[in-house]
């Protein structure tokens, strides 16, 4: 089982940066794919950027492509996501979760899931 607590939101002018962490519990940290998810009010939850168990690939979709980055440092049990040219539409809470096996986009798979971080972008 692994548990997930995710820091570094905060409010941010629009064009800023931000780097989201997710730090991990467990000894297993480094077998599971790892992602990022948002909800913005009134929304669903939206896919954001995965990560291989060992890092070596990614994935996101269009609408964050080339502003944000997805790492991980599984010495440290912690997934990052550094956010940068911040638009007020990434305005939402920001969750990571894991899952075992490979890298997936659909919520539905992913087992285990952070409390959120609140991200706030002023335009």
């Known amino acids: 089982q692994v548990q997930l607590v995710e820091s570094g939101g905060g409010l941010v002018q629009a064009g800023g940066s931000l780097r989201l962490s997710c730090a991990a519990s467990g000894r297993t940290f480094s077998t599971y794919a790892m992602g990022w998810f948002r909800q913005a009010p009134g929304k669903e939850h939206e896919f954001v950027a995965t990560?291989?168990?060992?890092?070596?690939?990614?994935y996101y979709p269009d609408s964050v492509k080339g502003r944000f980055t997805i790492s991980r440092d599984n010495a440290k049990n912690t997934v990052y996501l550094q956010m940068d040219s911040l638009e007020p539409e990434d305005t939402a809470d920001y969750y990571c979760?894991?899952?075992?096996?490979?890298?997936?986009?659909?919520?539905?798979?992913?087992?285990?899931w952070g409390q959120g971080t609140q991200v706030t972008v002023a335009s």
């Open positions: 979760a894991a899952k075992s096996g490979p890298i997936s986009r659909s919520e539905r798979l992913y087992a285990y």
């Open positions: 990560i291989t168990a060992s890092g070596g690939h990614t």
